[in-house]
């Protein structure tokens, strides 16, 4: 039982680059989300996901972009790499019934650091 | 704007020494309101889902409440392995059920 599995665990990147963070999931959840985690500030909403084919912005998503063609996959895309996308990326995923929001499944993170 | 507020920041007990750790939220609607914990290095793990004010759940040596404004996460003579962060989120009401916002977090630490 995978659970959540992020690659890669870690990355460094230079300015300007771009690059994707896999999330792949093996629970049949219809939610995913992508946060990120700095020192002192919490895990932020980056975007997130009710269903395949659905997708939507949450409390920081620029310079970030989002699909999600199949339920397991949840590819998050950094378009141009900048200093202030260094941080702890995390991906999510919890499953919905009548009404009733289940707690997330986290995967382990990937520590992105951009030079 | 929607916010939710951890204290303390940190919180270092001795082992059996009881205490509380509290969250406070500033939200148009809750839909629910959810307490992790999360070990250096790895993602956060749910501890529990709170819905309407008066509720109460319990895992172990935690106990976690919901009032109106705020939910307490109370941890009974704890043991050093309950060392961690703990993590509050809320699910907003007018938004789906993946748009949850998380707080800061309190460091605790449980000395032998």
């Known amino acids: 039982n995978a659970g959540v599995t992020q690659t890669p665990k870690f990355q460094v990147l230079k300015t300007g680059q771009s690059m994707t963070l896999q999330c792949a999931q093996d629970?049949?959840?219809?939610?995913m989300s992508w946060y990120r985690q700095d020192p002192g500030m919490g895990l932020r909403l980056i975007h997130y996901s009710v269903g395949a084919g659905i997708t939507d912005q949450g409390e920081v998503p620029n310079g970030y972009n989002v699909s999600r063609s199949t339920t397991e996959d949840f590819p998050l895309r950094l378009l141009s790499a900048a200093p202030s996308q260094t941080s702890v990326y995390f991906c999510?995923?919890?499953?919905?019934?009548?009404?009733?929001?289940?707690?997330?499944?986290f995967g382990s993170g990937t520590r992105l650091t951009v030079v | 704007e929607d916010q939710v507020t951890q204290s303390p920041e940190a919180l270092r007990l001795q082992e059996g020494e009881s205490s509380s750790l509290n969250c406070s939220y500033t939200v148009s609607g809750l839909r629910g309101l959810f307490w992790y914990r999360q070990d250096p290095g790895k993602g956060p793990e749910f501890l529990f889902t709170l819905y309407s004010a008066g509720e109460e759940k319990e895992k172990e040596r935690l106990k976690a409440t919901l009032t109106k404004k705020e939910s307490f996460l109370h941890i009974t003579a704890p043991k050093p392995e309950d060392s961690a962060t703990y993590l509050c989120?809320?699910?907003?009401?007018?938004?789906?059920?993946?748009?949850?916002?998380f707080g800061s977090g309190t460091r605790l630490s449980i000395r032998p």
């Open positions: 989120a809320v699910r907003l009401s007018y938004s789906s059920a993946s748009k949850i916002i």
């Open positions: 629970m049949n959840h219809e939610y």
């Open positions: 999510a995923s919890s499953r919905q019934e009548d009404g009733t929001n289940y707690g997330y499944t």
